[in-house]
C-alpha cells in the first residue's frame, strides 16, 4: 500500500475538529497527524516539525484568520497544501484563500465525498473548488453587471449583512458578533457604499431579492 496522505486539521471548535478527523479516518489514503485549535506560533510550529502533506483550515479560525494563516503554514512548511474549509459560499473568500497559497476550498455544506476529492486532488498539485463554489460563480458570470458586487465585502461585513438580512437592529447583531453597536453602524455604512445602495431600505430589498445566499 502506498504511503497515507498526511493531513493537519485547524479548527477552533474541538467538536467540528474531532468529527473531521473521524471522518477523514475513515478512508484508509489518509491520516491526520495533529489538531490545531487556534493559529498561534505553537500550532504553526507544530506544522512546521509535522510537515503534514495537506492542511484543512478553517478560515474563521483565531487570532490569525485562516486566510491570513494560509501564507504563515505555506511559509514554515512550502510543501503541504491548504484547503480552506468555510460557511461562506461566495467566491470572493476562494478566491482570497486561492491568492494566499490554498490550493483548495470547500464550504461546510460540502458533502465527505467533496473533501476527500480535494484532498485528493491537491495533494497531486491541482485546484479544487466545491460545487456550491463553482455555481455561485457561474451565478455572479450572468448577473446584470450593475448587480451590487458581495465580493467588495469583507468577511465581517458579510456576517453584519447576514445579520441585517435577518432582521436584526444593529444593537441586536452587535451583541451577536461582540462589537460595540458603533461599529456595526461603520460596518453598515461601509456596506452600502461599496454595494452602491442608498438606504436600508434598498439594501434590504437587494438582500431579499437577490439570488445570493448569505
Request: proline share 2%; glycine share 4%.
Amino acid at each position: 500500500m502506498s504511503k497515507k496522505i498526511s493531513i493537519v486539521i485547524f479548527d477552533d471548535h474541538n467538536l467540528v475538529a474531532e468529527m473531521w478527523s473521524e471522518l477523514i479516518s475513515t478512508d484508509e489514503r489518509f491520516t491526520v497527524t495533529g489538531i490545531c485549535n487556534d493559529t498561534s506560533d505553537a500550532s504553526l510550529e507544530s506544522v512546521k516539525t509535522k510537515r503534514p502533506d495537506v492542511v484543512i483550515m478553517d478560515i474563521n479560525i483565531q487570532p490569525i484568520s485562516g486566510i491570513d494563516a494560509t501564507k504563515l503554514v505555506k511559509k514554515v512548511s512550502p510543501g503541504t497544501k491548504v484547503i480552506g474549509v468555510s460557511m461562506h459560499n461566495q467566491p470572493s473568500f476562494a478566491k482570497r484563500m486561492l491568492k494566499n497559497g490554498a490550493l483548495g476550498y470547500v464550504t461546510k455544506s460540502s458533502n465527505k465525498n467533496e473533501m476527500f476529492e480535494a484532498i485528493v486532488s491537491v495533494t497531486s498539485g491541482k485546484v479544487y473548488v466545491c460545487k456550491e463554489i463553482q455555481e455561485n460563480l457561474a451565478k455572479q458570470v450572468f448577473e446584470d453587471d450593475e448587480t451590487p458586487d458581495i465580493s467588495k465585502l469583507s468577511e465581517r461585513e458579510v456576517d453584519v449583512l447576514k445579520h441585517i438580512k435577518d432582521g436584526l437592529s444593529s444593537k441586536e447583531i452587535a451583541e451577536k458578533l461582540f462589537l460595540s453597536s458603533r461599529t456595526v453602524e461603520v460596518h453598515r455604512s461601509n456596506i452600502l457604499k461599496k454595494l452602491n445602495l442608498k438606504n436600508t431600505a434598498s439594501l434590504l430589498k437587494f438582500v431579499h431579492n437577490s439570488s445570493l445566499d448569505i
